[in-house]
């Protein structure tokens, strides 16, 4: 391997953020990957995959530690539980299993550590705004200070370095993952139009209104290598968002009409309670229009639409640091979500009219 080329472990490679991370540095000269997860991947990649349940220690030391030639660590793993107690042990054990076996075994310089909203609360309530890398943390359990703490004290003796970042509302798109808003509008929005039913905002009127942020997985790659190459990175956290600010009013009427449908005002239901039933609708979808067969539990999850359209308060970071730091990539909100819905229907995963 040349000095200046780059391989990166993606921990956790087949989900939101690992797959964009992979299909980015697919497209690269100068980095490499590795796939990490207990699946392999279910689309055409040059990258390998190396098949691990980052849970079991052994199983880590045996799979991972034949990685002799990574400088970078991506870590974008997660594994869901009941409570936020819950989220704790398991999350911490895959970080933990992962860098001690890649430190040993692979000349590692950086570790990337996927956070997100719940670092500032976003689960809880409402916070302020637009929140900052500094601002205090909230009341554990997070399993998010846990992680960072870890890094925090392994790094003095260490010879690599790690930056945090923290994304809101993953955009890309995944089959299986827990958090995928995406594919719940756009799979609502398929389920609506085959029903009959307008297309209305589904959450609660102050949701509708209140400001709100994403972020495309295709910027969140970017800044992910990024912050691997930017020496500045080192020790710090950074929040990296679209750069926009939205609200759902203004945006689900033009959603509505780039999915050809009629628009309504917003009528509130429990996502997860009234499509629980709607699995037989997704097949017939499927078949009619000839789309991958992915099953209906596998390519949403309707539990996190409803966390995030019942979220009445304004869920804003400001993403100043990353800028003043030289990361400056950002896209306009409503656009990302017509480039991506255009994609996934070219790709035949939602169906297209
Ligand atoms: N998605 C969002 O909207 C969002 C927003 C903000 C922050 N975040 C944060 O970003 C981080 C990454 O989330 P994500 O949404 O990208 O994840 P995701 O789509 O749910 O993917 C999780 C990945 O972890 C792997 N994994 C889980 N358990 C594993 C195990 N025991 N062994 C090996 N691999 C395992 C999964 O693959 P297998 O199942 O095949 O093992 C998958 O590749 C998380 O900390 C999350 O909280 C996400």
Redesign the pocket.
């Known amino acids: 391997m040349s000095a200046d080329l780059r391989k990166a472990v993606v921990?956790?490679?087949?989900?939101?953020?690992?797959?964009?991370v992979i299909d980015h540095i697919d497209t690269l000269a100068d980095w490499e990957a590795v796939?990490?997860?207990?699946?392999?991947p279910d689309w055409s990649t040059p990258t390998p995959f190396v098949?691990?349940?980052?849970?079991?220690r052994a199983?880590c030391r045996a799979k991972l530690g034949a990685i002799s030639d990574a400088t970078d660590l991506v870590?974008?793993?997660?594994?869901?539980r009941a409570t936020w107690a819950e989220l704790v042990e398991?999350?911490l054990a895959?970080l933990c299993n992962a860098v001690e076996v890649i430190e040993r075994v692979s000349p590692l310089r950086h570790v990337c550590?996927?956070?997100?909203?719940?670092a500032y609360g976003a689960h809880l309530g409402p916070f302020r705004t637009p929140a900052r890398e500094s601002d205090p943390r909230h009341m554990p359990p997070e399993?998010?200070y846990d992680?960072e703490d870890y890094l925090r004290g392994r790094e003095g003796g260490a010879d690599w370095t790690w930056t945090a970042l923290?994304?809101?509302?993953?955009?890309?798109f995944?089959v299986?993952?827990?958090?995928?808003?995406l594919m719940v509008i756009g799979v609502y929005a398929a389920m609506c139009r085959e029903i009959g039913v307008p297309f209305r905002f589904p959450g609660k009127p102050g949701a509708y209104r209140a400001l709100y942020q994403?972020?495309d997985?295709r910027i969140l790659a970017r800044a992910i290598l990024w912050s691997a190459t930017e020496p500045r990175c080192a020790g710090e956290v950074f929040n990296i968002t679209n750069g926009d600010y939205f609200r759902w009013q203004n945006l689900w009427p033009r959603l509505a009409r780039f999915f050809g449908m009629e628009y309504d005002e917003p009528q509130m239901l429990s996502l997860a309670e009234f499509m629980a039933d709607k699995g037989p609708v997704w097949d017939r979808i499927v078949e009619r229009h000839g789309l991958r067969p992915y099953a209906y539990d596998q390519i949403v999850a309707w539990e996190?639409g409803d966390a995030v359209f019942e979220s009445e308060f304004d869920n804003i970071t400001s993403t100043i640091k990353a800028r003043r730091f030289g990361f400056g990539d950002c896209i306009d909100t409503e656009d990302m979500f017509l480039e991506l819905f255009d994609e996934l229907q070219r790709s035949r995963i939602l169906p297209a009219g």
């Open positions: 921990i956790g490679g087949v989900g939101v953020t690992g797959r964009a796939g990490v997860s207990r699946r392999g098949s691990v349940d980052l849970l079991d199983d870590y974008a793993a997660y594994q869901p398991p999350n895959m550590l996927i956070q997100g909203g719940k399993f998010y992680q923290r994304p809101e509302a993953t955009s890309g995944a299986g993952n827990p958090m995928n808003l994403v972020t997985a996190f």
